[in-house]
Nanobody
Framework: QVQLVESGGGLVQAGGSLRLSCAAS????????MGWFRQAPGKEREFVAA????????YYADSVKGRFTISRDNANDTVYLQMNSLKPEDTAVYYC?????????????????WGQGTQVTVSS
């Protein structure tokens, strides 16, 4: 079992940046593929980013490509989401998730473990 705790959310003006962190505990963190999802009020949870077993390839939703970067630090059991050039439409609760099969999937059902989420609000 893996426990995930997100942090780093907050209120930021459009064009600003935030870095979200997701600290993992429990089973060996490096054996899990990690993803970030978000959910805005009244909308379904949507894929944001995922990493890959090779530690090089990353995957992004078209809406965040070129602005967001997923990375991980296995020594500290943490995955990050660097968010730049934020837009009001990025406002949502952001969740990290773990997948023991490293599918780098955009489908939330492919992830076994989830954090509680952190709120990101981007003002115009």
């Amino acid at each position: 079992q893996v426990q995930l705790v997100e942090s780093g959310g907050g209120l930021v003006q459009a064009g600003g940046s935030l870095r979200l962190s997701c600290a993992a505990s429990g089973r060996l963190f490096s054996s899990y593929g990690m993803g970030w999802f978000r959910q805005a009020p009244g909308k379904e949870r949507e894929f944001v980013a995922a990493d890959n077993l090779n530690g090089i390839t990353t995957y992004y939703a078209d809406s965040v490509k070129g602005r967001f970067t997923i990375s991980r630090d296995n020594a500290n059991d943490t995955v990050y989401l660097q968010m730049n050039s934020l837009k009001p439409e990025d406002t949502a609760v952001y969740y990290c998730a773990a997948d023991r099969l490293w599918r780098h999937s955009a489908r939330s059902r492919d992830y076994e473990y989830w954090g509680q989420g952190t709120q990101v609000t981007v003002s115009s």
